[in-house]
Protein backbone atom coordinates (compact mmCIF):
# COMPACT_ATOMS: atom_id res chain seq x y z
CA UNK A 1 0.00 0.00 0.00
CA UNK A 2 1.15 2.91 -0.65
CA UNK A 3 1.68 5.76 2.00
CA UNK A 4 -1.02 8.55 2.52
CA UNK A 5 -3.20 7.11 -0.31
CA UNK A 6 -6.57 5.22 0.66
CA UNK A 7 -7.26 1.99 -0.96
CA UNK A 8 -10.71 2.04 -2.69
CA UNK A 9 -12.44 -1.18 -4.17
CA UNK A 10 -15.62 0.35 -6.21
CA UNK A 11 -18.00 -2.29 -6.15
CA UNK A 12 -21.39 -2.86 -8.34
CA UNK A 13 -24.44 -4.22 -6.43
CA UNK A 14 -25.52 -7.84 -7.05
CA UNK A 15 -28.68 -8.93 -9.38
CA UNK A 16 -31.85 -7.57 -9.25
CA UNK A 17 -35.18 -9.00 -10.78
CA UNK A 18 -34.77 -5.56 -12.90
CA UNK A 19 -31.67 -6.25 -13.88
CA UNK A 20 -33.32 -9.84 -15.54
CA UNK A 21 -36.02 -7.66 -17.20
CA UNK A 22 -33.59 -5.35 -18.22
CA UNK A 23 -35.61 -2.36 -16.88
CA UNK A 24 -34.19 0.71 -16.10
CA UNK A 25 -33.50 1.10 -12.27
CA UNK A 26 -32.62 4.48 -12.12
CA UNK A 27 -33.12 5.30 -8.18
CA UNK A 28 -36.24 2.89 -7.83
CA UNK A 29 -35.30 0.80 -4.69
CA UNK A 30 -35.42 -2.73 -6.38
CA UNK A 31 -33.57 -5.31 -3.93
CA UNK A 32 -31.07 -8.11 -4.61
CA UNK A 33 -33.01 -11.30 -5.74
CA UNK A 34 -31.43 -14.62 -5.19
CA UNK A 35 -28.75 -15.17 -7.31
CA UNK A 36 -27.75 -11.29 -6.42
CA UNK A 37 -27.85 -12.42 -2.62
CA UNK A 38 -25.52 -15.27 -3.74
CA UNK A 39 -22.98 -13.49 -6.12
CA UNK A 40 -22.71 -10.92 -3.11
CA UNK A 41 -21.35 -14.16 -0.90
CA UNK A 42 -19.42 -14.99 -3.24
CA UNK A 43 -17.72 -11.94 -3.64
CA UNK A 44 -17.00 -11.71 0.13
CA UNK A 45 -15.59 -14.70 0.08
CA UNK A 46 -13.55 -13.86 -2.69
CA UNK A 47 -12.46 -10.70 -0.71
CA UNK A 48 -11.74 -12.22 2.81
CA UNK A 49 -8.50 -11.58 2.63
CA UNK A 50 -8.78 -7.86 2.38
CA UNK A 51 -8.45 -5.63 5.76
CA UNK A 52 -11.55 -3.67 5.40
CA UNK A 53 -11.32 -0.57 7.53
CA UNK A 54 -15.24 0.78 6.46
CA UNK A 55 -17.67 0.29 3.69
CA UNK A 56 -19.78 3.06 2.35
CA UNK A 57 -22.67 2.21 0.15
CA UNK A 58 -25.46 3.78 -1.77
CA UNK A 59 -28.63 4.02 0.57
CA UNK A 60 -30.41 2.02 -2.33
CA UNK A 61 -31.57 -1.32 -1.10
CA UNK A 62 -29.55 -3.06 -3.84
CA UNK A 63 -26.33 -1.63 -3.09
CA UNK A 64 -26.59 -1.36 1.15
CA UNK A 65 -27.97 -5.19 0.83
CA UNK A 66 -24.43 -6.34 -1.30
CA UNK A 67 -22.61 -4.35 1.30
CA UNK A 68 -24.21 -5.82 4.26
CA UNK A 69 -23.89 -9.51 2.56
CA UNK A 70 -19.71 -8.95 1.80
CA UNK A 71 -19.29 -7.36 4.91
CA UNK A 72 -20.62 -10.95 6.65
CA UNK A 73 -19.29 -11.52 10.47
CA UNK A 74 -16.61 -8.46 10.37
CA UNK A 75 -17.72 -5.76 12.43
CA UNK A 76 -17.85 -3.41 10.22
CA UNK A 77 -19.78 0.19 9.87
CA UNK A 78 -21.36 0.67 6.65
CA UNK A 79 -22.55 4.24 5.56
CA UNK A 80 -25.10 5.04 3.47
CA UNK A 81 -25.10 8.04 1.21
CA UNK A 82 -27.02 9.17 -1.65
CA UNK A 83 -23.94 10.88 -3.12
CA UNK A 84 -23.36 7.26 -4.51
CA UNK A 85 -26.97 6.45 -6.20
CA UNK A 86 -27.34 5.28 -9.55
CA UNK A 87 -28.34 8.20 -11.98
CA UNK A 88 -32.05 9.42 -11.57
CA UNK A 89 -33.61 8.21 -14.75
CA UNK A 90 -37.21 10.34 -14.35
CA UNK A 91 -40.00 8.95 -16.37
CA UNK A 92 -37.53 6.49 -18.18
CA UNK A 93 -37.23 4.46 -14.88
CA UNK A 94 -38.92 1.32 -15.36
CA UNK A 95 -38.32 1.58 -19.42
CA UNK A 96 -37.28 -1.37 -20.52
CA UNK A 97 -33.69 -1.39 -22.64
CA UNK A 98 -33.92 -4.96 -24.11
CA UNK A 99 -36.23 -4.09 -26.81
CA UNK A 100 -34.42 -0.57 -27.42
CA UNK A 101 -30.66 -0.54 -26.93
CA UNK A 102 -30.37 3.02 -28.00
CA UNK A 103 -32.62 4.56 -25.20
CA UNK A 104 -29.26 5.15 -22.98
CA UNK A 105 -28.47 7.20 -26.05
CA UNK A 106 -31.38 8.70 -26.74
CA UNK A 107 -31.57 9.36 -23.02
CA UNK A 108 -28.04 11.37 -23.11
CA UNK A 109 -28.70 13.07 -26.57
CA UNK A 110 -31.71 15.28 -25.13
CA UNK A 111 -31.54 18.63 -24.76
CA UNK A 112 -30.94 20.28 -21.32
CA UNK A 113 -34.80 21.46 -21.29
CA UNK A 114 -35.73 18.10 -22.24
CA UNK A 115 -33.75 16.42 -19.35
CA UNK A 116 -35.52 19.18 -17.02
CA UNK A 117 -39.31 18.28 -18.51
CA UNK A 118 -38.64 14.54 -18.50
CA UNK A 119 -36.69 14.40 -14.78
CA UNK A 120 -33.76 12.94 -16.23
CA UNK A 121 -30.16 13.71 -14.11
CA UNK A 122 -28.09 15.20 -15.87
CA UNK A 123 -24.64 13.13 -16.13
CA UNK A 124 -21.84 16.05 -15.13
CA UNK A 125 -24.47 16.13 -11.84
CA UNK A 126 -23.96 12.72 -11.16
CA UNK A 127 -20.39 12.65 -11.99
CA UNK A 128 -19.57 15.71 -9.76
CA UNK A 129 -21.45 14.21 -6.59
CA UNK A 130 -20.11 10.99 -7.04
CA UNK A 131 -16.25 11.98 -7.64
CA UNK A 132 -16.44 14.34 -5.26
CA UNK A 133 -17.68 12.17 -2.31
CA UNK A 134 -15.20 9.56 -3.42
CA UNK A 135 -12.28 12.05 -3.02
CA UNK A 136 -14.27 13.10 0.41
CA UNK A 137 -13.74 9.70 1.80
CA UNK A 138 -10.87 8.68 0.49
CA UNK A 139 -9.19 12.24 2.41
CA UNK A 140 -10.91 10.37 5.64
CA UNK A 141 -9.59 7.28 5.13
CA UNK A 142 -5.55 7.39 3.99
CA UNK A 143 -3.26 4.52 4.77
CA UNK A 144 -6.82 2.84 4.98
CA UNK A 145 -9.06 0.02 2.59
CA UNK A 146 -12.41 0.73 2.17
CA UNK A 147 -15.40 -1.15 0.11
CA UNK A 148 -17.64 1.32 -1.79
CA UNK A 149 -20.59 -0.55 -2.98
CA UNK A 150 -22.74 1.64 -5.79
CA UNK A 151 -24.53 1.18 -9.52
CA UNK A 152 -22.94 0.95 -12.79
CA UNK A 153 -23.72 4.30 -13.51
CA UNK A 154 -21.62 6.63 -11.93
CA UNK A 155 -18.76 3.67 -12.14
CA UNK A 156 -19.25 3.98 -15.35
CA UNK A 157 -18.90 8.23 -15.55
CA UNK A 158 -15.89 8.01 -13.06
CA UNK A 159 -13.72 5.64 -15.36
CA UNK A 160 -14.95 7.92 -18.49
CA UNK A 161 -14.70 11.61 -17.12
CA UNK A 162 -11.02 10.52 -15.07
CA UNK A 163 -9.74 10.18 -18.72
CA UNK A 164 -8.86 6.62 -18.48
CA UNK A 165 -8.63 6.05 -22.34
CA UNK A 166 -9.33 2.54 -22.40
CA UNK A 167 -12.42 2.95 -20.85
CA UNK A 168 -13.52 5.84 -23.08
CA UNK A 169 -16.09 3.74 -24.72
CA UNK A 170 -17.54 1.98 -21.88
CA UNK A 171 -21.23 1.02 -22.11
CA UNK A 172 -24.21 0.37 -19.29
CA UNK A 173 -23.61 -3.25 -20.58
CA UNK A 174 -20.06 -3.52 -20.06
CA UNK A 175 -20.08 -3.49 -16.29
CA UNK A 176 -21.57 -6.79 -14.55
CA UNK A 177 -22.84 -6.93 -10.98
CA UNK A 178 -20.65 -7.48 -8.31
CA UNK A 179 -17.56 -6.35 -10.24
CA UNK A 180 -15.26 -3.88 -9.04
CA UNK A 181 -12.28 -1.71 -9.71
CA UNK A 182 -9.21 -1.63 -7.41
CA UNK A 183 -7.75 2.07 -7.11
CA UNK A 184 -5.67 4.28 -4.78
CA UNK A 185 -6.43 8.02 -4.46
CA UNK A 186 -4.77 10.61 -2.03
CA UNK A 187 -8.00 12.52 -2.44
CA UNK A 188 -6.98 14.64 -5.77
CA UNK A 189 -5.73 11.74 -7.94
CA UNK A 190 -7.09 8.83 -8.27
CA UNK A 191 -4.76 5.23 -9.78
CA UNK A 192 -6.53 2.11 -10.86
CA UNK A 193 -4.66 -1.33 -9.53
CA UNK A 194 -7.13 -3.97 -10.66
CA UNK A 195 -10.36 -4.23 -12.26
CA UNK A 196 -12.52 -7.54 -12.44
CA UNK A 197 -15.89 -7.99 -14.33
CA UNK A 198 -15.60 -4.75 -16.53
CA UNK A 199 -15.69 -5.92 -20.25
Known sequence: MKKNYCTIYLTRHGETEWNVKKLIQ???????????????EK?????????????YSSDLKRASETAKIIAGK???KIIKSKALRE??????????F???????????NLKTNEKKDAKVEDEQKVIKRFINYIREVSIQNLDKTILIV?????IRLFLINLSFRIYKNLS????????YVQLISDGV????????GIK
Open 26 to 40: GQNDIPLNKKGKEQA
Open 43 to 55: LSEKLKKIKFDLI
Open 74 to 76: REL
Open 87 to 96: RHFGKYQGVS
Open 98 to 108: KKSKAIFEIIN
Open 150 to 154: THAGP
Open 172 to 179: EGNINNLS
Open 189 to 196: SFEIEKTK
